[in-house]
């Protein structure tokens, strides 16, 4: 079975307070895919970052980065000096190669509100 | 055109009626999914198409029946719907092969069943 953990509900920061939004996985897939997506009020989900198993580098992307951690099934997000427009639902997904379908595997979302 | 494109925005419909979403991809993907996302809880998968198959269906009520006349396509048909199916319901396309590539996302259809 495939299952993403956000135990993070809710998160409330300041305005440039760096916040990290954690994401457990879990897969018997050796060959696998994790997301992050971004949803504002809107509604529409915004692909952020696409990570293969076999690639544990971390990575930066602007204020954004991600740690991806085979040895605790984590991949975490941190957003550094965090702005109002950051406040959004974030999901975490996970695709295995096994269902060979792409389909996506949701967290329940961490909903981050930064206020001004 | 851009990315994924779903109509209506917005849907209110009464329990006796029949409706349909639609959702079109310019990506050139070959598959397209539909996504449910209830309030409090998380997205659920709905069902999915591969080169116009359908490959996957997650146990959803045949209140629901979805129609995918080709890979750039698809449709999702309503009728006899009750109050609890009121959603977002989300269009998703990707490329599938050797690789998944990241699924696109449309911007949903805010449906309200009265």
Known sequence: ?116 | ETGVTQTPRHLVMGMTNKKSLKCEQHLGHNAMYWYKQSAKKPLELMFVYNFKEQTENNSVPSRFSPECPNSSHLFLHLHTLQPEDSALYLCASSQVGSANTEAFFGQGTRLTVV
Request: hydrophobic letters at 35%; proline letters at 3%.
């Open chain 1, 1 to 116: 079975a495939q299952k993403v953990t956000q135990a993070q509900t809710e998160i409330s920061v300041v305005e440039k307070e760096d916040v990290t939004l954690d994401c457990v996985y879990e897969t018997r897939d050796t060959t696998y895919y994790l997301f992050w997506y971004k949803q504002p009020p809107s509604g529409e989900l915004v692909f952020l970052i696409r990570r293969n198993s076999f690639d544990e580098q971390n990575e930066i992307s602007g204020r954004y980065s991600w740690n991806f951690q085979k040895s605790t099934s984590s991949f975490n997000f941190t957003i550094t000096a965090s702005q109002v427009v950051d406040s959004a639902v974030y999901f975490c997904a996970l695709s295995g190669i096994s269902s060979n379908t792409g389909k996506l595997i949701f967290g329940q979302g961490t909903t981050l509100q930064v206020k001004p």
